[in-house]
Each structure stands twice: as C-alpha cells, then as structure tokens.
C-alpha cells in the first residue's frame, strides 16, 4: 500500500515537472520569437533611417557645391579688394569698389534644419546603430555642420554688416546696392584707402575660413555618404 502510495506520487511529481517543463518550453520559444521579431523590426527601422540620412547627405552635398562656389568666388573678389586698396589711385579704388561689391550687395542664405540623425538622437533610435565608431562619426560629422558651418555663416554675414557700416561715410552706397561703380560714388579715397583695411582683413579672414570649413565639411559628407550607401546595399 504505502510502495502504491510512493508509486502515485512520483507519477504525479514528473507530471508536474513535465507540465511546468512545457510551459517554460513556450516561454522560450515565444520569447526568442519575441525577439527575432522585435529584432527584425529594428532592422527594418534602421535601414529606413539609413535611407533618410542618405537623402540628408546628398541635400547636404548640393548645398556644399553651391556654398564653396559661392566662399570661393567671395575670397578672389576679396583678395582682389584688398590688394587694390593698397594705392589710393582712383581707377584701383574704383575695381576694387567693383570687387568688393560683388561681395557686399548679395546675401548668403541657407537653412540649418534638423537632420534625421539629430531625429534618432531626441527618440533614443540612435541606440539602433550598434557600430559604436559610425555612430560618433556621424555625431562627429552634424556637430561639424552645426558647430562650424552654421557659426563660420553667422559670422560672415555678421562681419559684412560691419564692412558696410564701415565704408558707408566714405562710398556712396547706392552705387554699391545699384552695381554701378564710378570715381564719383567714391566720397574719399585716402580715407577708404587707410580706414577700411582692418575691416577688409577681417571679412577677408572670416571668407577665407568659411570656404576652409566648408571643403572639410564637404570631404566628409562624401565619405560618409559612401559609407551609407554600402549599408543600404
């Protein structure tokens, strides 16, 4: 009777190790299906937030050719400008009026707008990107354009204001907002010659750092664009 007894229980018992066995069995299975699922998931965002910083590079490529064309173009005129206002000569003042007003009568303009990477790092998807290195060289590179490009803009057009206010009691500056440059818009030439040097060295250092940041920048935004684009592949 009590070996019966003993006979029950231990049939009962693996039972019981059975039944909980399964259960923790589906568990697994659903857990790591869980996974696969939510890991696929992810993937799937990643890859969408790889295409997006894609199109982000190539805006960004677009607008680096147009800004450099334009950083470049700014330098010649202002080294040119500088250089003529070494003589007090009224034909070198008056081409060097002309240059500098191909810099100082347009504006520079462009947007600075959130990137899809700035996107990942305010929702926390930048913890997608599991390559630690392309990670922080993506950081590295919108930092560069926030940071560096944005403010080196600033402060162009910021010095250009100066420059105009420096020079608007010595030119006539409705020559300059005109495009049309005589000996007459010109009110003094030794003193345009003399006191607006240091503010023509100092546009002159910020265009030239300008078109510095931007062919850096420009540099990288290739690389990484290349770099993107074999993840997509």
Known sequence: MLRTTKTRLKAKFLEYLLQVSLIILGLVIATSADRCNTRRKSDRTLQEYYAAIRTDLAAEDRSNQYNIGDAERDVASLD???????????????????????????????????????????????????????????????????????????????????????????????????????????????????????ELLVLQRVATSRLFHLSMYQEQVLEMTERVGVLLE
């Not at 600075?112 to 990477?117: A, E, G, H």
């Not at 700035?118 to 290195?133: A, F, Q, R």
């Not at 590179?141 to 940071?147: M, S, V």
């Open 80 to 198: 040119s400008t500088v250089w003529l206002f070494t003589t007090d000569s009224p034909d070198s003042l008056v081409l060097g009026v002309k240059a500098l007003t191909a810099v100082l009568a347009k504006g520079v303009f462009r947007t600075f707008s959130p990137t899809t990477f700035d996107v990942m790092v305010n929702t926390g998807d930048v913890s997608l990107i599991k390559d630690l290195e392309l990670r922080s060289e993506l950081a590295a590179l919108f930092a560069f354009r926030t940071d560096i490009v944005a403010q080196d803009l600033a402060d162009y057009n910021r010095q250009v204001l100066l420059t105009l206010e420096s020079i608007g009691d010595k030119i006539d500056l409705n020559c300059i907002v005109g495009l049309t440059v005589t000996a007459d818009c010109i009110k003094s030439p030794t003193r345009l010659a003399e006191e607006t040097k240091d």
